[in-house]
């Protein structure tokens, strides 16, 4: 089982530093990655802990002010990397297009992508699951061969459960998770959205390969209590 911690745009390095102790308390089978700011990677000490990167460049090294390639993120050992979030999709506009670019950069340095999905509550209420969830698969993904693909862990994450501590039915999860498989049988799938240590008993499946924790990833005593009943 994988669990990715999302710190998102939270800690800054003394409050990392000291987080990163409490970090090191947990010891789990599972495999854990933790995908802090940009500004805390190279601030990482962590043995066990595999490190993620929560957003790339669409391009390589060069003229792009203010960007981040995968070749440095590689170089600060960076195994993972997180892209289309719903909340960059939302707040910095990427687009299916741009996500393809980033895929494409990672597995270009050997990082596997950590790729979002998911439906808005309205999207959901007319039946436009599958619809929304094929196109950002399908676009995400266009022009990279099966051998590449299968290398990309697909996260499904339903925009109204994130951060809201609503969580669907797990046979709605499965459901998705099937169609997923049936599209992508190859890929590694994760469920994120208001998981924790509280809800972490209603959210387990064989459907479901790992999760993806933004609120919880915060508090390192909690992540322990969700480890622990995987
Ligand atoms: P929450 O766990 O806070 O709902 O966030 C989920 C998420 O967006 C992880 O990427």
Redesign the pocket.
């Known amino acids: 089982m994988i669990v990715i911690l999302?710190n998102k745009c939270n800690l800054s390095k003394t409050e990392f530093i000291k987080y990163q102790e409490e970090l090191k308390t947990i010891n789990t089978e599972h495999e854990v990655v933790l995908c802090p700011t940009y500004l805390n990677i190279n601030n990482c000490q962590l043995e066990t802990i595999k490190i993620g990167a929560q957003n790339v460049s669409c391009t390589d090294n060069g003229a792009y002010t203010g960007e981040i390639s995968a070749r440095d993120l590689k170089d600060s050992g960076v195994k993972y990397t997180?892209v289309g979030?719903s909340e960059r999709r939302k707040y910095q506009n990427e687009s299916n297009y741009d996500i393809n670019e980033k895929i494409k950069r990672l597995l270009e340095n050997d990082i596997t992508p950590i790729l979002?999905i998911g439906e808005t509550e309205d999207e959901r209420n007319n039946g436009l699951v599958e619809y929304i969830i094929n196109k950002q698969l399908s676009e995400s993904l266009r022009g990279l061969l099966e051998e590449k693909i299968k290398k990309i862990i697909i996260a499904y994450?339903p925009i109204w459960?994130?951060?809201t501590g609503l969580i669907p039915d797990i046979d709605d999860i499965i459901n998705v998770n099937n169609f997923i498989k049936k599209l992508y049988p190859n890929n590694q799938i994760i469920y994120?959205?208001?998981?924790n240590e509280n809800n972490i008993q209603n959210l387990k499946s064989k459907a479901i390969d790992g999760y993806?924790?933004?609120?919880?990833s915060l508090k390192p005593e909690k992540i322990k209590e969700f480890l622990d009943q995987l």
């Open positions: 999302n997180i979030h979002c994450e459960s994130i951060g994120g959205g208001s998981a993806l924790l933004g609120g919880l």
